[in-house]
Structure formats: structure tokens, C-alpha cells
């Protein structure tokens, strides 16, 4: 081979760096599609209850909105380092907008913290991360954000339902068509609830008779979720999480959420906490290692899984323990974070599945999110491979197994 075949080859079987390479989207609908689904999403809605006027109220001027379609398809495609999420999720600023946030709204937090046992910094984080205590509250027509998804159809028995959802919001006058705005995917108000999450969960706190969680007072929104933290489990004054340290030689195969054991038991290892003080107290925890054995290690309690039930991803919920935890006067986390780590892309995260199914640890599928199946192909490669079992889906994992495997 002549060495500038043998340099195209290599070009075209190369990795792109990872911000050359974005998911193709092509975005098939338009306004004409959007009206005709919605003529045949009319009997369906009437059918799950809507009246005829509630839906022509509502669905008056649905527009569809291409934008929305190119975030859901590119969501995957945001993988940001957990220490830079936190960067900002937990700035100083932020820390100091959170604590503003609970002097101004003192009283009606008083009030929610008696009436659903949840602790008041934990509400004020998630509004923190949710919309920037109210600043962010999104400006997407809700509906049109909706129907557009529903109709794209990628997600649309979902979309649909949640439709359905936001037109019996609108038809129960909790809020003006026009003022029912929210994310690009249909989060609503302070701490952007789908209209699935609204039905079951949002409260009249201020006593109006409307569950109105877009208005600039937050009384309903910050209840809301109040509400919703104690329906999933909360447990008042108890921690969500703590950074821990753990001792030389420790084992890895223990980290990871099947592994839920007294304090005690993680104390009789040697763990310790972060300044590597004993550990007390008579809770049930797991270990978790957001970055792998390189970053900080955190025992997680049961606040950590009703944290979780708003939004699943590890960097979500530790923003929102973090940030309540500053907000009551705590410190920074002690171990640094691997922050010379690049993590992995969306491209990369696929072909470190295709990888390590090849290699005999099969991921079911390779879909770029790292869930427990993948978690533990990791962790059966690293065994194999005499690496720390952490479970940590890293570049050098990635890199090795190219290595042992034919160029693709
Ligand atoms: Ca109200």
C-alpha cells in the first residue's frame, strides 16, 4: 500500500475528535403534518376526556416547532464531565442565589416543611437546578412543544399521553393557555414537572383553588415538589449521600447499588469519612463512584433514590444533595476529581458496547447509555483484565480494548 492510500485509510478509519462528530438528524415533519395528526389526535383526546371546546381551546394555534425535534434527538449526544456539571449546578453564585432563595420564601417554606416532612433546603436545590430559582423557567409554548414530539413519533405514545395531560390542565383553568410554558420537552414551571407529574402530584398550597406552578410565585411549584420528594420516600433531616474515604486495597467489586449495607459494614472495611473520620449511625448505604476509583467516593442513603426519581442521571442527584447540603452551611467535597479525564462521547460510548460485547461481555444492545448492564460488562472486562473493577467507562478502558481488538 502506498503511504498516502495507507493515510487515506487511516483518515477515514480514525475517530473523529469528539466535537466533529454529531447524530444526523433529519427532520421529516412540518406544519401540514403536525395539523393533519392533530385531526386524528382529536378523537383520541375527546375519548380520554377532553371536551370538544377544552380541546379547541388548547390545540388553537399548535405550531410545530423543528428545534424541539433536534433536541430530542440530540439529548444523548450532551455528555458533559460530572466536575464540570457541578461546576456550575453548585457555583458560588448559585450557592448564594439558594440562600436568598430561602430567606425570601422563609415563611412558605415553614409551611412545607411542616406539612410534607421535606427539608426545605432540598426543595430550594432542585428549584436552584431546575430553573435557576424561577429565572429559567423555559419559554416554550408547552402544547406545541408536546404535540410536536407526539407527532414526531420517536417518543410518541409518551408525548401523546403527556398531552393529553397538559390539555386537562388547560381544561381544569389551573393556568392560561398562553402562560403554560415550560422546556423544550414539556417540563413546566419552577421545577419543570411534566404534565404526568403535575396530574399526580402538584398542589393548591396558596389556597387559589389552582394548581399553578407558572406563576412567579412559587408557593405551588416549591409545595409541588415538596409533595413529590415525599411521595418518592424522602426522609427529613436524613443525608442523601456523604463523600467517604476508602482505605488501600479496597475492594471495588462492592461499589454500586446491589451492595446496600449498615454503616457499620463499610466501617469494619475501613472506610471512613472524608477527612477520615469513623463513620456512625445506624443507616443502610451504598457505595458510589461517580468518576471511578480516580475521583470522589460517596455512601448513598434512601434521599439519594427519592432524589433520584426526578431525574435518574448520578450528576443530577448529587448536584441537588450538594447543593443542599451547601445551602445548610456545609463545605466543598474534599477528593479532587479526575479533571484531566476526558469523558467518553456518544460515538465512543456505542463502540465501547460493541467492544465489550465482542470481547464476550454483552451489553444487550448498545445504545450509548451507560446502564447496569454495561456497568457490569465493564466490570467483568476489568476482572478479566486484572484493572480496577470500578466500572468506570474511561478513554484507557476504550483505548484497550482497540488495542486487543481488529481495527473496525
Ligand atoms: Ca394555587
Redesign the pocket.
Known amino acids: 500500500m502506498g503511504r498516502w492510500a495507507f493515510l487515506l485509510l487511516l483518515a477515514l478509519t480514525a475517530p473523529l475528535p469528539a466535537q466533529e462528530r454529531r447524530i444526523e438528524v433529519v427532520i421529516e415533519g412540518n406544519q401540514q403534518g403536525l395539523d393533519a395528526w392533530v385531526e386524528g389526535f382529536r378523537g383520541r383526546a375527546l375519548a380520554a376526556g377532553i371536551s370538544p371546546a377544552a380541546f379547541q381551546e388548547g390545540m388553537a394555534g399548535v405550531t410545530f416547532l423543528p428545534k424541539v425535534v433536534e433536541r430530542d434527538r440530540r439529548q444523548d449526544e450532551f455528555t458533559k464531565a460530572i466536575w464540570d456539571y457541578l461546576d456550575k449546578a453548585v457555583s458560588d453564585d448559585r450557592i448564594a442565589l439558594g440562600q436568598r432563595a430561602l430567606r425570601d420564601q422563609a415563611a412558605v417554606l415553614d409551611r412545607i416543611e411542616a406539612t410534607y416532612g421535606v427539608d426545605r433546603q432540598a426543595v430550594v436545590a432542585i428549584w436552584g437546578l431546575e430553573s435557576s430559582f424561577g429565572a429559567v423557567r423555559g419559554d416554550i409554548p408547552t402544547i406545541s412543544a408536546l404535540a410536536t414530539l407526539a407527532y414526531d413519533g420517536r417518543r410518541g405514545a409518551f408525548f401523546e399521553g403527556e398531552l393529553i395531560e397538559a390539555l386537562r390542565i388547560l381544561q381544569g383553568g389551573?393556568v392560561a393557555p398562553t402562560a403554560m410554558l415550560g422546556s423544550w420537552a414539556g417540563a413546566m414551571g419552577h421545577t419543570q414537572f411534566m404534565p404526568s407529574s403535575w396530574a399526580k402530584l402538584a398542589?393548591?398550597?396558596?389556597?387559589?383553588?389552582?394548581?399553578?406552578i407558572w406563576?412567579d410565585?412559587p408557593?405551588?411549584a416549591l409545595a409541588s415538589t415538596a409533595a413529590y420528594l415525599a411521595k418518592a420516600g424522602w426522609k427529613k433531616g436524613a443525608p442523601w449521600g456523604r463523600e467517604v474515604r476508602l482505605p488501600e486495597g479496597f475492594d471495588y467489586l462492592l461499589a454500586g447499588p446491589r451492595t446496600q449495607k449498615p454503616l457499620a459494614y463499610w466501617a469494619g472495611l475501613g472506610v471512613t469519612d472524608a477527612a477520615g473520620g469513623a463513620l456512625a449511625g445506624e443507616d443502610w448505604a451504598s457505595l458510589l463512584l461517580p468518576a471511578g476509583a480516580g475521583g470522589p467516593a460517596f455512601l448513598i442513603f434512601d434521599n439519594f433514590a427519592a432524589i433520584e426519581t426526578y431525574n435518574l442521571a448520578d450528576s443530577y442527584v448529587i448536584a441537588v444533595g450538594h447543593l443542599a447540603d451547601r445551602l445548610a452551611g456545609g463545605g466543598p467535597f474534599l477528593a479532587p476529581w479526575p479533571r484531566d479525564l476526558r469523558v467518553l462521547d456518544y460515538f465512543e460510548r456505542i463502540e465501547l458496547q460493541e467492544r465489550l460485547t465482542a470481547a464476550g461481555f454483552d451489553t444487550l444492545g448498545a445504545d450509548a447509555k451507560m446502564g447496569p448492564r454495561t456497568l457490569a460488562a465493564i466490570r467483568g472486562y476489568q476482572v478479566k483484565s486484572g484493572l480496577v473493577p470500578d466500572g468506570y467507562p474511561s478513554l484507557l478502558l476504550l483505548e484497550r480494548l482497540r488495542s486487543e481488538q481488529p481495527a473496525r
Open positions: 389551573h398542589v393548591d398550597f396558596d389556597g387559589d383553588g389552582k394548581r399553578n406563576s410565585d408557593a405551588d
